[in-house]
């Protein structure tokens, strides 16, 4: 199902209302692709959820445990069960956590005296204890699943996952979150038969509900310039149905699906002449039908091809009068799009031996602008602290994607090497609007507009050698750039990452690990999209997870330390550079019964 998040300033990424023992699995799809599920230039990333198991091997077990971080004082407890008989299984998890403020890397003491620059330059403050202001944050999670095996070859499957957060703060932000909530909730049927030409068969019912509110009430009165309310809601209903069919060396997919996104956020601004009210997403909704097909071609036993489409339909528009008046403020012109989008790609699959592989695709992609970049009204974007305005008129935004990578795989040794290149057409970015002044804090006012092209490349390269049976040493070396037709650097991109790590693992009850983490300095920043070098940092955790059976119950423990060193660093794309935890020590302790 498609999840959108409620807030205005990305807050809450969809990612934010699910958690680890909600899920099953998580893959990345690059670039266009059947599993994508969208008209995309990027990708996606699908997270599979946990199934009930019918007939399983014990008719009840679970597992429950707790989990404790030095840093921040974070606590968490979760538990699971699952009830199973011949054709029905049911399952059930949950989780809550809560944390204080954390406590970055470095010096206390520096960190205290650098608390009025700090809190001048960077945007955010300090206690007196050298933790981050406003970085706490409480929870919960429950998961539910439900499945029915109607016969051999066809099940029946509901999830239901509620979310609940509050007191969440933002210290990169002006305003903190009061409540973060979430209701996701699918019926899925499944038909499969493998010696069937139609091996199976997908359809899936789907509603979810995002409620959001932004709240500078905890907020010292000096950092206030006004008090505002900012309440936001996002609902998507839809449906999808999918069929896998088997021929001689080739398998068709087909998915059709169709769903309805609305979006609605405003604000009240309350001055010392009285209240503002203001839609900042001038209830805008998103209607998409879209048709998937994709081939797979067995041509030998060394090459496959498999070549697919995307044929997307997409309209956009503003459901309420209130949000259409708002509106004419910044836009004079009909708001509402209809898009037609189509991607399509081609990658061929070489098994040169039982070693070697290799992989080549290219693709034509496209995407829609989003309603954020289409409707907004006067959003801060804390990263250059300009205030954005949509933009109905914009192009959809289009690129070739080229990507090609070898893979080696033995007893003792796992490498890939993989490249891509990216050239966009009518790339989305905010340019400013002259002689627009912003309504309050910020610098400038910004639209989204269509910039004529630009290029993202880079690559990525992983090896793993097992030197002796129970060591493992790995790498992972990823490297990206980006640049506008205007010769401007792009943002948001990450410079030279380089994680490495050795285990030992001595049997099936101890697993040692130490890694660490480097980023290179990014230097490859433009003033036209607001950015400032970030220098680079080098970041060492290490830990341990053991393991012990007894007759009926196994239990797992495992001790991490992250930042042992307590490094003052952060991420390039981390928002106004603000640091990242210092030394923390993470404890968990699980039972599995």
Known sequence: MKVFGACTDRMDPSTSYIEPNNLQSIKLNNGPGFEVGAATIGGSLNFTLKEPEVNAAKMLEGYAGTGFESNATAKQILGGIQYSRKRIAFTANAIYKKAENYTPGGNKNDLRNSFSNWTKEKGFSVDENARVRFSQYEKWNAGFGLKLLLNENNTLLSNLIIDRANNIGYPALTMDVAFANAGIASVNYKYFKANRKVQSIESSLYFNRVNHAMDDTKRPAEQIIMHMDMPGYSWTAGHFTKTSIQLPHQNLQFKIENYLNRWHAEMTMYGSSGAMFMLTIPDAQRWVTGLDVADKIHLNNVMSLVAGTRLEVNLSSVFSDAGKNQLTGIYSGNPNRNNFLWNAYLQGIFD??????????????????????????YLLNRVDDHEYIGNPSLENEAALNFDASVNYKSAGVVASVKGFSYLFKNYIAGTVVPGVTPT?????????????????????????????????????????????????????????HSTNKIEWAPGDNWNVFAESVYAAAQNNVSPFYGEKPTPAFNVMNAGFVKAFQLPKQRIVASLTGLNIFNQYYYEHTDVIKLPRQGMNFVVHITIYF
């Open 440 to 496: 309050m804090g910020a610098t400038g006012v910004k639209q989204y507009s269509n910039i004529s092209g630009a290029r993202i490349s880079g690559g990525e390269a992983f090896l793993q050698i097992n030197p002796f049976r129970d060591i493992s040493v790995s790498s992972v070396n990823t490297y990206q750039s980006g640049i506008d037709n205007n010769k401007n650097h792009l943002p948001m991109i990450s410079p030279f």
């Open 352 to 377: 040169l031996s039982q070693q070697w592989q290799a992989t080549l695709k290219f693709a034509k992609a496209s995407r829609p602008a989003t309603l954020k970049e289409l409707y907004s009204v």
